[in-house]
């Protein structure tokens, strides 16, 4: 069950207005990306008994500031007296955290449930919800991924929300380990508070 009812979430929310706004000013593989998170955080919300709208919401928006400038999001760091330590990372992270603050200034989305979901869907957190799960599943297995390792994913968000974060969370880690690339502090502590579930 697909459900657009965001206006019960953001007052005046026009999705098809919003989706055209992104349509025109993102390239076309983020776009339709955006559209499967959406759709594949509506049915992790609906098998796991999540909030099916607010899910969809956060799916749809998560990548929403992901092609913007550094100029801008070192602008938007600024303005909202985010942590400092944010101006030692880049695009990866900023397009979350730093991201969220950009689409309430733009789109007027106020509900810190959505707003927690997209800030957090590439460093996770200890205090995620299960919407926040949803989106962050939803990103790592849309239909479109491949990736060594994504039918271990699909078969752990399968068993349940808490296993396929934790999957996830390791999985990113090993991969910009490989990759020489710095690690979010946030990331690790995500890591080592979801493994501790015990599901995978
Ligand atoms: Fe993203
Ligand atoms: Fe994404």
């Avoid at 499967?36 to 998560?62: I, N, P, T």
């Avoid at 959505?114 to 939803?138: Q, Y």
């Avoid at 849309?142 to 752990?156: C, L, N, S």
Wanted: net charge negative; glycine share 6%; proline share 2%.
């Amino acid at each position: 069950m697909t459900s657009f009812d965001y206006d019960k979430i953001v007052p005046g929310f026009d999705r098809e207005a919003v989706v055209n706004q992104m349509k025109a000013n993102m390239s076309d593989f983020r776009f339709t990306h955006c559209l499967r998170v959406e759709k594949q955080a509506q049915e992790l919300a609906e098998k796991f008994g999540a909030d099916v709208s607010r899910a969809g919401l956060a799916g749809l928006l998560h990548d929403f500031a992901k092609e913007r400038s550094d100029e801008q999001f070192i602008a938007t760091i600024k303005k909202h007296n985010l942590d400092p330590d944010l101006l030692n990372y880049g695009n990866a992270i900023w397009h979350g955290i730093v991201g969220a603050e950009i689409i309430r200034d733009e789109l007027g989305v106020y509900d810190e449930v959505v707003l927690n979901a997209i800030r957090r869907h590439t460093v996770g957190s200890t205090a995620m919800t299960d919407v926040d799960k949803c989106v962050f599943i939803a990103d790592f297995i849309e239909p479109q991924r491949d990736f060594p390792g994504i039918d271990e994913a699909r078969k752990y968000a399968a068993k349940s929300l808490n296993a396929g974060v934790a999957f996830e969370l390791k999985h990113s880690i090993a991969h910009l380990i490989d990759k020489n690339r710095k690690i979010y502090p946030e990331t690790f502590i995500s890591y080592n508070y979801w493994i501790d579930k015990g599901e995978l």
